[in-house]
């Protein structure tokens, strides 16, 4: 007789993990645990930039590349969606219908790829002036942080893509609204990074660089 | 914790925290692009709204609160902030030593 097979526990019978996994609480914990050690890896890659400024080995710097037009732009696209993903959260968590949830996530979805469009269009204007990656310490350095907040933002986007999906064809089940909360949560912390990139690569690689 | 917000409170909520949001970055583009062009000193103001607004999303958007049952984010947003300080602050203050060290401009 093995004890651990034993039918009669509910834990054993499957994963061990999965009733740890139901905890909604536990789930968006382990969620936050996440998005600190990105947070970390973010501050690692701002710490370079920070030293970077002023290494720019005579090549375009900070005050020939950015546009402010732009990056105002990007901010409140950025910012916009930060609050339509939130509606999209009230939407849930008062269980409103599904149509009035997707509507908000696609709002949220078309300005987060307004502002990747907006970001890779800078990127373009700023490779015609001869800021690329390569030309200096201080454009590898910007390309390593900002960028990487675009990766960020890129997945975001196609995590949304997928639990749209999910919505059609699983419906709006408990699995996909914790889905979502995390995107969310996941959403919310790109626009505290945003607000680190445009206080220090922005304003602060203009007035030192 | 007090019962659960409304739906109507629950969006006030979100909408309050970016007018907040809102208001703070404009201010900050409105220091850099008007100031910022004599005064290094602007940065510090942009710091300062940075942080602002940082507190306000916090607080509006992701709902972190020092009520003592969800205090467990907090905690762990404080030592993660820890950690960060500890890294950045650090890498900045040995590199601009060396910096001066080595005689080079930073």
Redesign the interface.
């Known amino acids: 007789m093995n004890p651990i097979s034993s039918p009669k526990n509910p834990l054993s019978a499957s994963n061990p993990h999965e009733a740890i996994h139901r905890d909604p609480d536990m789930v968006i914990f382990g969620f936050w645990v996440f998005m600190m050690s990105d947070l970390i890896f973010f501050g690692v890659v701002f710490a370079i930039y920070i030293t970077m400024v002023g290494a720019t080995a005579g090549g375009p710097g900070p005050k020939e590349l950015f546009d402010f037009g732009s990056l105002f732009a990007q901010t409140m696209f950025l910012l916009t969606s930060s609050l339509t993903v939130g509606i999209a959260t009230v939407m849930v968590k008062h269980e409103r219908s599904r149509a009035s949830f997707l509507f908000w996530v696609v709002i949220t979805l078309l300005l987060g790829m307004g502002f990747l469009g907006l970001e890779l269009y800078d990127f373009s204007v700023m490779a015609e002036k001869g800021g690329v990656p390569q030309r200096s310490g201080y454009l590898s350095a910007f390309f390593g942080l900002v960028p990487l907040h675009g990766l960020h933002v890129t997945f975001g986007c196609l995590w949304m893509i997928v639990l749209i999906v999910q919505v059609f064809t699983m419906g709006l089940c408990d699995v996909v609204k914790l889905r979502f909360l995390r995107l969310a949560l996941f959403w919310h912390f790109l626009d505290l990074i945003w607000i680190g990139i445009f206080s220090v690569v922005y304003f602060g690689g203009w007035v030192y660089g | 914790m007090a019962k659960?917000p409304?739906?109507a409170q629950?969006?006030r909520l979100?909408?309050t925290?970016?007018i907040l949001?809102?208001v703070l970055?404009l201010a900050?583009?409105a220091a850099?692009?008007t100031i910022?062009r004599e005064h290094?000193s602007?940065?510090l103001l942009?710091?300062l709204?940075?942080v602002a607004?940082?507190a306000v999303?916090?607080k509006y958007?992701?709902n972190v609160t020092t009520q003592r049952d969800r205090r467990?984010?907090l905690a762990?947003?404080l030592?993660?902030s820890l950690?960060?300080l500890i890294?950045?602050l650090g890498?900045?203050w040995i590199?601009?030593n060396l910096a001066v060290r080595m005689h080079t401009?930073?």
């Open positions: 659960e409304t739906f629950h969006l979100y909408i925290g970016y949001s809102v970055t900050a583009f850099v692009l910022g290094k602007v940065l942009v710091a709204l940075g607004q940082l999303q916090l958007f992701l467990d984010n762990l947003i030592f993660s950690i960060l890294i950045v890498t900045v590199m601009g401009t930073m």
